[in-house]
Structures are given as C-alpha cells and as structure tokens.
C-alpha cells in the first residue's frame, strides 16, 4: 500500500494566463499469489482558480475522483526468460467542473 499526493500552482501560456489552485490525493495497493496479481488505485482532488483569456476572465472550480482495478496472471515461456501477461482493467472517473464567465477588466472594446 502506498500513498501519494500533487499541488498544482501557476500555469501560463501565449496570451493566456491561468492562476490555479488544488491538490489531489490517492492510494495504491497491490496483492500478489504465486503468479497472480490484482491492484486498485482511487484518487479525488479539488482545484480552484481563475483563467484570463481575452475577451473574458473565467473563474473555474473543479472536484474530480476515481477507481481504477487491474487483475492478471503471469504466464512464464522458458522456464521465466519470456513472460507473457494477461490482464484485465477497469476504471471509473468522476470530474465535475463549475465555471464563471465575466468580462474582463483588462480588456475594453472600442470603436
């Protein structure tokens, strides 16, 4: 079993400018049994910020999740020099993002 976790922070492009905030989280474990394997993997994060990109600025706000599992079986050819591995995966994610357009203060039209 182990854990792990992100921040994200500033990211700008040409002409776009995105100040973000969040974190994300998660865990893995794994079980083995002679030659098989299954693990699972979830995750969730939240993130937060505001993205300027003319004519409009847009505050956004995202919740994202998910679970992942991989179950297979290591098939030894040659007594181990090749393996083959059959496996099966499957995931479920979950993003929901909420976001709000406004003019921009930056940006004035005119004629």
Known sequence: MSVYSAVITDQTYE????YMNGGSF?????????????????????HAGTASARPND??????AGGVAAKTGYNLEIKKGS?????????????????????QSEKFVLTR
């Open 58 to 63: 847009y505050d956004v706000f995202i919740v």
């Open 15 to 18: 002409g776009i400018g995105i």
């Open 82 to 102: 090749v393996i083959v591995q059959p496996s099966l995966g499957i995931s479920y994610t979950f993003v929901n993002s909420l976001i709000t357009i406004r």
């Open 26 to 46: 998660g865990a893995v474990g794994s079980v083995y049994k002679g030659n098989y394997f299954a693990g699972i993997t979830t995750s969730a994060g939240v």
